[in-house]
């Protein structure tokens, strides 16, 4: 008898083993892999990590890489030609620059010349892309040229480098344009109104005129976005205007650096 029991108790226990034996294969693959994907994310990370920091932008402990050093920023000494059809010069936006148009290095920029009306109307638009044409080494600051070019290049650039300025300037052509257009639009707003048409489609427009309080906000939150967004697109236009207004008096009133100059610093 007891024999027996000694039997049953060895083919219990090779049972559970046979049992446990996978389900420890099962484990440990999923351990295994479990750490395989956390030291993947922790690559991951340091490359990240790596290029944010390259950028300027800090992640992590920061002990991965080390920002590069960047130079010092200088105030250019700009130097002014034309180019003609005797002598073209190039341009690192336009390639050639068109004839009879004005180029424009800073003196240590050896032949890295560029057309100032490029040059204007990407540093007003886009002046991370314009500081990139010199590698970030210069300040783009053209108000030496302004005052060379006359009145009307400082007072344009003066508006465009005051934000609030331009913001002025565009609720001024607004007001001035709603004062104009006011008195054609208001009889025609009053003839809608009044008109068949509008009254016949009544069953539509009504629950929005007896509209639960929240909603009568939310459609005016929404008018107030849509009249913010217009006012943003007649504020670029505004600006647009200014800035080639301001390249035109900088083409037209810049003048070119001496023979001397020119001679030394190709």
Known sequence: GGS?????????????????????????????WLLEQIKRRQDRVAVYSKALAERGLPFGDGSTA????????????????????EKPMPCLIWGDAAED?????????????????????????EPVKASKLWYDKYVLDLRRLNAEAGP?????GAALDSRRCCQSLALGAGLVTAVVA????????????????????????????????PLKLLVVRQLYVWAVLGFRRLENLVRAGLVEVETRALEAGVRESSAAALARDV
């Not at 083919?11 to 351990?31: G, K, N, Q, Y």
């Not at 004005?102 to 490029?118: E, H, I, N, T």
């Not at 509008?198 to 069953?203: E, L, S, T, V």
């Open 101 to 125: 148009c004005a180029v424009v290095r800073p003196r240590k920029a050896g032949g890295q010349w560029v057309s100032l009306s490029a040059l204007n109307a990407l540093r007003r638009t």
């Open 66 to 85: 080390a920002p590069p050093v960047r130079g010092v920023i200088e105030m250019p000494d700009w130097l002014v030609a034309r180019a003609t059809d």
């Open 152 to 156: 009307v290049a400082v007072t344009v």
């Open 182 to 213: 006011g008195p054609a639009v208001a009889p025609l707003a009053v003839a809608f109104l009044t008109s068949q048409t509008c009254w016949a489609n009544y069953q539509t427009w009504h629950p929005l005129v007896h509209a639960p309080l």
């Open 4 to 32: 027996i029991e000694e039997d049953d108790e060895d083919e219990d226990e090779d049972a559970e083993t046979a049992v446990a034996a996978p389900i420890d294969a099962d484990a440990a693959a999923r351990r295994a």
